[in-house]
């Protein structure tokens, strides 16, 4: 399944998108988050909260875009020797 990467910088703040270029539908979106610096403590920490919320909700999209394709067929068989191939790694 084909994707399209869309990128953009509105003021200070990255965004990407990630679509399904066959479909258009949005797959994933990301912006970065804005820094406030008059916030109370308790706002302070409802945002680091809420980011940390974000990142997990990142990573649950990826995995199950990542097991949607897998299940599909789009993503290689590991190797014969247990090499890993088609899997992510960090060589």
């Not at 706002?43 to 649950?60: K, M, P, T, V």
């Amino acid at each position: 399944m084909p994707y399209s990467i869309n990128t953009a910088i509105r003021g200070a703040s990255p965004a990407l998108q990630v679509c399904d270029a066959s479909s258009g539908s949005v797959r994933l979106a990301w912006k970065y988050p804005r820094q406030d610096t008059c916030l109370s403590e308790e706002e302070w920490s409802l945002l680091q909260l809420r980011r940390e919320e974000a990142i997990h909700d990142l990573f649950r999209r990826s995995f199950l875009l990542t097991s949607e394709r897998y299940l599909k067929g789009e993503l290689p068989e590991p190797g014969p020797h247990g090499d890993g191939a088609g899997r992510f790694n960090s060589r």
